[in-house]
């Protein structure tokens, strides 16, 4: 799962207008179990993409909304939100069982038939196959391939053992000096 995002996050910054205008992503949880959670979750990967999504990733993430969320979605919530930066939590929002929030954010043209209303009529971004499909389609051109593959070689990466200890005040590790302007 962990790798399912992170290379949809690489197909988003190889798009130069997701990184120019920032992203919206929208989570149906519908049909997610306890059992599954418990299964997928991994303390030390979430962590880790964690600080990717907020620290490295070069995308403006806009909103992350998530709709269907399942009862014991509070739980889940408290385990992943110690986590996360301030400004992102701001950005979580849950709706439900309602998409007009949604609608009204995005527009009805992002979203795959499926979680229309009947009798919308406007222009569509096609049913969720097309949309995957789509992107599949996309991550398939030879330009994306030839990204994904130099991410991939091991020329790029980090060294751990060069990062500084976070303090306990989380202030920034730099030192700072008055600059007289007179």
């Not at 969320?69 to 408290?78: L, T």
């Not at 992002?110 to 919308?120: A, G, H, K, M, S």
Request: proline share 5%; charged share 25%.
């Amino acid at each position: 799962m962990y790798h399912m995002s992170a290379l949809l996050c690489d197909w988003l910054t190889f798009n130069e207008h997701a990184q120019v205008n920032g992203v919206v992503f929208v989570s149906n949880y519908a049909g997610i179990t306890w059992s599954m959670i418990t299964t997928l979750y991994n303390p030390e990967f979430e962590k880790e993409f964690t600080s990717y999504f907020q620290k490295s990733l070069p995308i403006r993430v806009k909103s992350l909304d998530i709709f269907n969320e399942p009862p014991f979605f509070d739980a889940i919530w408290a385990m992943v939100s110690i986590i996360l930066s301030k400004k992102l939590k701001s950005r979580f929002h849950l709706h439900g069982k309602s998409l007009v929030k949604i609608y009204n954010e995005i527009g009805y043209e992002c979203i795959p038939d499926e979680y229309l209303p009947d009798d919308y009529e406007g222009p569509r971004a096609g049913t969720i196959a097309q949309v995957v499909e789509k992107m599949i389609e996309d991550m398939r051109r030879p330009e994306f391939l030839t990204y994904i593959r130099d991410l991939s070689s091991g020329k790029y990466g980090v060294d751990k053992s060069r990062i500084p200890a976070k303090t306990s005040d989380e202030s920034p590790a730099a030192s700072y000096r008055k600059i007289n302007t007179d």
